[in-house]
């Protein structure tokens, strides 16, 4: 454990109604009793106290104090929270009271949850579901961070760790005993139950649902200059973010508009019409259209009666696999397009149907966080690493070598959790963690 206590405003700093500081560490009692704390509340017993600058005595606020005894804390640690009105004046003075104490200082980013990693109170996905949890935006990423929280990533990557553990159980036993009376072959016959496992490592790393619902899935609309594309996603958005313009091209950089559709971020990318002639800016325009539209998760194209046809045989294309094709300005002539959605981001007819494809597709994309994907880059490239390791075991013809692949593949998941390695991979994993937690 550490010997430095910490402490920080793990609410938001700003002026509200109550704000929450945080204290971590063996000088928790002694904080408070600097405080003016003279009888300390019972573990785990909200009380009023009055608190005091040590140094004046003057009144700094009436606050709630609570207290943890470790281990049974959030960071494992003897824990204190205060909970003051929160007015910024208050705020800087308790802080600033706390700073001026000895053997406290303020907490680094993340440094509370990174104890309690440490002491053994959570595994690194449960951290990660943290972050998650604070930043998540809609309903489904909530759903996620939860569900990882609460250890369904952590029961996941056990699981398969221990699959590997019980084909490596089975080479060893080979390799040791293999003069004695164990059944000929065992290692063998264990390493045959890998394929399945690497096919199921395989697809969790093609899958990207997690990862998708994390970030946000990216929707660009494309098509010819005029066609409507600002007008539907100021309609989608329901304020003026996009630029709408009678004149062609005018939209020739990219404007994103975040938001949520059935609890999944998305992000609504308007691109620049899509037309083979025009001028240099124009060109860059489309060719930031088509490399958004690669990018991009769902693909809209939107036509219109009186947008002028496309000539170009590759834009066309593009236009052709696209996700999903919205005929627009269906209030000027009735359109009938095979597959199409008809639209008037004018009228708002229509408008129920994008919405209930959009959210279908999205959805679809991100599993909305049903099972416990895996959500980051991290994990991702912990599995790729598994893999490797696997099919070497599988290749590696000698039972010894097989063994030696199937303990590092084992190594490697076992960084999923922090189980292995934890010391060097909490600097990945708290890097985006923001002070307070
Ligand atoms: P973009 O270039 O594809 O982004 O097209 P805009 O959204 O800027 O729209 C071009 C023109 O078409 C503007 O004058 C819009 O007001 C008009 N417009 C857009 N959608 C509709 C529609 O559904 N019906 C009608 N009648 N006009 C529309």
Redo the contacts with the bound molecule.
């Keep these: 454990m550490s010997d430095e206590t910490i402490f920080a405003l793990s609410t938001a700093p700003a002026r509200a109604a109550l704000a929450v500081i945080r204290l971590s560490g063996a000088a928790c009692d002694r904080a408070l009793a600097a405080l003016g704390v003279s009888v300390l509340p019972k573990p785990r017993h909200a009380a009023l106290r009055a608190l005091t600058d040590p140094q004046t005595g003057a009144l700094l606020d009436e606050a709630l104090v609570l207290r943890f005894e470790a281990p049974h804390s959030f960071t494992g640690e003897a824990m204190a929270e205060l909970h003051l009105h929160g007015g910024l004046a208050v705020i800087e003075s308790a802080l600033a009271a706390l700073s001026a104490m000895s053997g406290l200082r303020a907490a680094e980013a993340g440094e509370f949850t990174r104890r309690a990693v440490l002491n053994g109170k959570m595994d690194l996905t449960a951290a990660e579901a943290i972050a998650d949890l604070i930043d998540a935006e809609g309903g489904a990423q909530q759903k996620q961070a939860l569900a990882q929280l609460r250890g369904g990533l952590r029961h996941r990557a056990e699981g398969w760790r221990e699959r590997l553990k019980t084909v490596l159980a089975h080479l060893e036993a080979d390799l040791e005993f293999a003069d004695e009376d164990l059944p000929g072959g065992i290692g063998q016959k264990a390493l045959n139950a890998l394929p399945d496992l690497h096919d199921e490592l395989a697809a969790e790393v093609g899958d990207g649902r997690g990862l998708r619902l994390r970030d946000g899935v990216r929707i660009a609309f494309i098509?010819p200059?005029?066609?409507?594309?600002?007008?539907i996603l100021n309609m989608l958005a329901g304020r003026a973010a996009a630029i709408?313009?009678?004149r062609a091209g005018?939209?020739r950089d990219i404007i994103e508009v975040a938001m949520l559709l059935a609890g999944v971020p998305v992000t609504l990318i308007?691109t620049a019409?899509l037309r083979a002639a025009g001028d240099d800016i124009e060109r860059e325009g489309v060719r930031r259209a088509v490399a958004s539209a690669e990018e991009a998760d769902i693909v809209v194209w939107?036509s219109a009666p009186d947008a002028p046809p496309l000539e170009d045989k590759i834009l066309t294309q593009r236009l052709a696999d696209a996700d999903l094709h919205i005929a627009?300005?269906c209030?000027?002539a009735p359109i009938e397009e095979e597959g199409a959605l008809s639209?008037?981001?004018?009228t708002g007819a229509g408008q129920e149907a994008l919405l209930a494809a959009l959210q279908e597709r999205a959805l679809e994309l991100t599993g909305s966080g049903a099972s416990a994907p895996v959500t980051r880059a991290r994990h991702i490239a912990i599995l790729r690493d598994v893999l490797a390791h696997m099919a070497a075991a599988q290749n590696a013809g000698a039972l010894e070598l097989a063994a030696e692949d199937l303990r590092l593949a084992q190594r490697a998941l076992g960084r999923m959790t922090g189980a292995v390695d934890v010391e060097q991979l909490l600097d990945v994993v708290f890097a985006d963690f923001c002070i307070g937690k």
């Excluded at 200059?225 to 007008?231: Q, V």
């Excluded at 639209?343 to 004018?346: G, R």
């Design positions: 098509g200059p005029n066609a409507g594309k600002s007008s709408v313009s009678a005018t939209t308007d019409g939107v627009n300005k209030d000027l639209l008037s981001a004018k």
